[in-house]
DNA sequence: TCCCAAACGAACAGATATGAACATATCATG
DNA sequence: CATGATATGTTCATATCTGTTCGTTTGGGA
């Protein structure tokens, strides 16, 4: 049984159960009660439980999200990236993420717990996002108006267009579908490039979160050229000779 | 029995009796009467409840109480009274949510498979109505803007009230935590009731859709007085001397 | 007002849970 | 195969929970 595994199982006993008991749950998935200790932390950590003395029980707002942990392909290298993602923040900075699963894992890693990071303000045009990070504390979490696209859970159109315009936050972090040095950055459907094209003008300076399995890749529409992003965050997987096309191109290129 | 279930059970008792006893706890649950006198202090402390000589009493925000120790057994009259009102949308008809729990039981009912709501629009500032109803088909979904409260996942603030502002629906359907004849339909923080006060007044019909337990509850601030909406829409267990109290006042009252 | 039983808070002690530190095992990667 | 990273187990000092005791306070009745 892999940690994720784990995890998720003791999400679905949590549920089940209405509580999570230490000793037990280390008996039942033959592991030692620190290794349950430390699971239990992480989830908390991510507002997923609450911890007691003993175990676990759900905190107010796990009954809707008990399937909200799920793995998803190339999950280790998201989480690479959302984690150096986060070191580019400071207290009391404005950040903005727009919709995709890479930008989830960055959300996921704001350490909410750390004075480092307390006073953070998240402005985003993704739903899940915005739901999952409401019950952090510490964190502001600012929500543009629009319509929800039921595919990637963003607000777009002309209300989304309207409020995003108002606000300068200091990074942003885009998410997209492809990166190509020549195509540029690009999404999937017209709309959302159009809000995530306001976002980039909007924020002082925009990294792009990106898996290097879609490096060179090429979506339908474009956000815009990889001139006007101040960075490209990608894994270590990254093909050398497309990370050297980049850089002559003048973008800086962090590899996680 | 561990500390957290009976703190919950302590919290249930609390609400369906009115009232704890120390020594009559201490014999319950088989503990000593330090450990529950610690356990009301504890809850004291998080004003969960108030204390007295020999037990608690409810204090006056226990009815916002954590979603884990609410009781479920209004679950069937909110699904009733949620019935009820998607009885009232018609195709293309345009209708606002605001957040709590009745409200949500309103967007899960919207039937989306039935040709007869096909093309409905709901306007909502509650996240989780937003995001639960974003994966449904043939409903078109709006989020207002706004700074979301964690208690309630509502958008608040000068960008909701904004975004609220450029939109007129068809029919509003509100929830509350308490309704009055004479305090009119309040909830519990201000920024909420601000929000909530503007969709009543964008709507071109207001519907109140409250338990009937919450009838005569008056919460911290005021979203309107009764006269100011069309309908009241509660369950077959309101008291009737209410109900004629509110009829009254030329309000129409519906009973689900 | 006075009195007293019940309730309370503080202090202590035993049992259990916890967190930190370190050691070991597993795994992906070059 | 070597290496670094991550996950897990073990140990021990510390923290938390609970029950008990005891002196003090509270609230109601004479």
Redesign the pocket.
């Known amino acids: 049984m ?2 994720a595994e ?1 995890l998720a199982a003791l999400l679905e006993r949590l549920v089940s159960d209405g509580k999570i008991d ?2 037990h749950s280390a008996d039942h998935f ?6 349950i ?3 239990l ?1 992480y989830l908390a950590e991510q507002q997923l439980l609450a ?5 676990a029980v759900p905190n107010s707002t796990s009954y809707d999200l008990p399937l909200r942990y799920k793995s998803t392909s190339r999950g280790e290298a998201k989480t ?1 990236i959302a984690q150096r993602a986060v070191e580019m923040l400071w207290p009391g900075c404005t950040v903005s993420l727009n919709g995709g699963t890479t930008t989830v894992e960055v959300a996921r890693a704001i350490p909410s717990a750390e004075p480092l990071h307390h006073g953070i303000t998240v402005v985003t045009n993704a739903l899940n996002i915005a739901t999952e990070l409401t019950v952090r504390p510490f964190i502001k979490i600012v929500v543009c108006g629009g319509v929800a696209r039921p595919q990637s859970y963003e607000l777009v159109g002309a209300l989304a267009t309207e409020t995003l315009s108002q606000l300068t936050p200091d990074i942003c972090f885009l998410g997209a579908i492809g990166l190509d040095p020549e195509a540029g950055i690009t999404t999937n459907d017209e709309a959302e490039s159009a809000i995530n094209r306001v976002m980039v003008k909007q924020a002082k300076r925009t990294v792009v979160v990106i898996d290097s399995s879609k490096l060179g890749t090429v979506g339908f529409s474009r956000i815009c050229h990889v001139s006007e992003v101040a960075a490209i965050l990608t894994d ?2 990254a093909d050398s000779q497309m990370v050297a096309t980049l850089r002559s191109h003048g973008v800086e290129v962090i590899l996680a």
């Open positions: 892999t940690r784990r230490v000793e033959d592991v030692s009660a620190a290794t200790r430390r699971d932390d911890r007691t003395h003993g175990g690479r270590s997987g």
